[in-house]
């Protein structure tokens, strides 16, 4: 299957840091990228919808200025959670693929 | 509301037992249906996808697609204990590179 890249796995940082999570698409090109929140025992939420050279979609409840996205290339889509919080802490979980989904390794996001 | 339910479980079966899991969705008209195995702390791999009625089979994996009654199944036969994980099916509402819709997962439990 398509081979989707998620760094950092895991990072820890103190509140109210930016933390910058990327996402690639290694053996394809992916116009469109989604990003995805995992709380413990719970299942995915879909935060958004990343498309390449335009604005993302936020689902409802996302705070579109905490959680940036940007889409540069057909290659790579970011994540920053700005100002972040202990509230913040949780799984965040890429995909993309021509098709069916493939997802990134995840990010464990953990906010002092 | 589109929604994909499943039940959380733990469902538990013996090691060379067929586990049997399910799904429900509430539009009519969706377009894919995947199953995905998610073990703890780790993101979601695809075992399965089904876009037509019937069965698919894959080694000891079998998908199973009802349209009419909106339901899709995965059968894993021989179950072995590395099998024990949360198994999420995800649908795709409509074509085109749309976000999966998630149940909230089964826990599978392969007992030795």
């Known amino acids: 299957g398509a081979v989707v890249s998620q760094h950092p796995s895991w990072v820890i940082c103190k509140s109210g840091t930016s933390v910058k999570i990327e996402c690639r698409s290694l053996?394809?090109?992916?116009?469109?990228m989604f990003w995805y929140r995992q709380f413990p025992k719970q299942s995915l939420m879909l935060m958004a919808t990343?498309?390449?050279?335009?604005?993302?979609?936020?689902e409802q409840g996302v705070e579109k200025d905490k959680f940036l996205i940007n889409h540069a290339s057909l290659t790579l889509s970011t994540l920053t959670v700005t100002s972040a919080h202990p509230e913040d802490s949780s799984f965040y979980i890429c995909?993309?693929?021509?098709?069916?989904?493939?997802f990134g390794a995840g990010t464990r996001l953990s906010v002092l | 509301q589109k929604e994909v339910e499943q039940n959380s479980g733990p469902l538990s079966v013996p090691e060379g037992a067929i586990a049997s899991l399910n799904c429900t969705y509430s539009d009519r008209g969706s377009q894919s249906f995947f199953w995905y195995r998610q073990y703890s702390g780790k993101s979601p791999e695809l075992i399965m996808s089904?876009?037509?009625?019937g069965d698919k089979e894959d080694g000891r994996f079998t998908a199973q697609l009802n349209k009419a009654s909106q339901y899709v199944s995965l059968l894993i036969r021989d179950s072995q204990p590395s099998d024990s994980a949360t198994y999420l099916c995800?649908?795709?509402?409509?074509?085109?590179?749309?976000?999966?819709?998630f149940g909230k997962g089964t826990r599978l439990s392969v007992i030795a």
């Open positions: 995909s993309a693929g021509p098709g069916i989904q493939y």
């Open positions: 990343s498309n390449e050279g335009s604005k993302a979609t936020y």
């Open positions: 995800a649908v795709r509402i409509s074509q085109g590179n749309t976000p999966l819709v």
């Open positions: 053996d394809f090109q992916a116009t469109t």
């Open positions: 089904i876009y037509s009625n």
